[in-house]
Nanobody
Framework: QVQLVESGGGVVQAGGSLRLSCAASGDIFSSSVMGWYRQAPGKRRGLVADITKDGSINYVDSVRGRFTISRDNAKNTVSLQMNSLKPEDTAVYYC???????????WGKGTLVTVSS
């Protein structure tokens, strides 16, 4: 059974930093693209950043240069270091694992990040 468990959300002032982590269990991590998505109130869920098993990384333009995604294949974890946070980064952040072109995809329950101005 695949489980993704996020941690690290919270409340931070604009300009501050947070680090999100996602621990994956089950036979999924080593063969999957791991990613972070977010959903703000009234908006659709969208990609923040993802990283392939080989380390190729993709960021949405709005976070490039401020956020850093990384994965530890030995510990089955993926992290998102978020710096220079802005109020518009406020959202529920979800960990995702997908493989085989999204034929298999799994989501965590999400962790709330609130950035106050």
């Amino acid at each position: 059974q695949v489980q993704l468990v996020e941690s690290g959300g919270g409340v931070v002032q604009a300009g501050g930093s947070l680090r999100l982590s996602c621990a994956a269990s089950g036979d999924i991590f080593s063969s999957s693209v791991m990613g972070w998505y977010r959903q703000a109130p009234g908006k659709r869920r969208g990609l923040v950043a993802d990283i392939t098993k080989d380390g190729s990384i993709n960021y949405v333009d709005s976070v490039r240069g401020r956020f850093t995604i990384s994965r530890d294949n030995a510990k089955n974890t993926v992290s998102l270091q978020m710096n220079s946070l802005k109020p518009e980064d406020t959202a529920v952040y979800y960990c995702n694992a997908n493989r085989r072109g999204w034929l298999e995809a799994y989501w965590g329950k999400g962790t709330l990040v609130t950035v106050s101005s």
